[in-house]
Nanobody, 124 residues
Framework: VQLQASGGGLVQAGDSLRLSCAAS????????MGWFRQAPGREREFVAA????????YYADSVKGRFTLSKDNAKNTVYLQMNSLKPEDTAVYYC??????????????????WGQGTQVTVSS
């Protein structure tokens, strides 16, 4: 399985960005694809996860209402639309996936497939 993340960049507070995570090698129709992020000096934290079987997104409280997941089945790709970005959103964002959905979906240890990180920097 390979996960290819893209879409990071440098923006100003209040701006928007869209991250993409394309999976190759298998599909995750019963599992999850999503995002974690890690800011300098901080632990990796859950951002959002897409549950394919229910067509539903799950979000960290810190991004709820600002970030939205969507997907393209044909491309086996999940997108993270990030609106109203804040400086505290600055981090390296990592795409993740797992074959089967779990209740503990926000736990970093539940994911065995990781993409390369993409830097998101939000200036004030």
């Amino acid at each position: 399985v390979q996960l290819q993340a893209s879409g990071g960049g440098l923006v100003q507070a209040g701006d928007s960005l869209r991250l993409s995570c394309a999976a190759s090698g298998r599909t995750f129709s019963n599992g999850a694809m999503g995002w974690f992020r890690q800011a300098p000096g901080r632990e990796r934290e859950f951002v959002a996860a897409w549950r394919w079987s229910l067509n539903r997104g799950y979000y960290a409280d810190s991004v709820k209402g600002r970030f939205t997941l969507s997907k393209d089945n044909a491309k086996n790709t999940v997108y993270l639309q990030m609106n109203s970005l804040k400086p505290e959103d600055t981090a390296v964002y990592y795409c993740v996936a797992r074959v089967h959905w779990v209740v503990d979906y926000s736990n970093v240890r539940q994911y065995d497939s990781w993409g390369q990180g993409t830097q998101v920097t939000v200036s004030s």
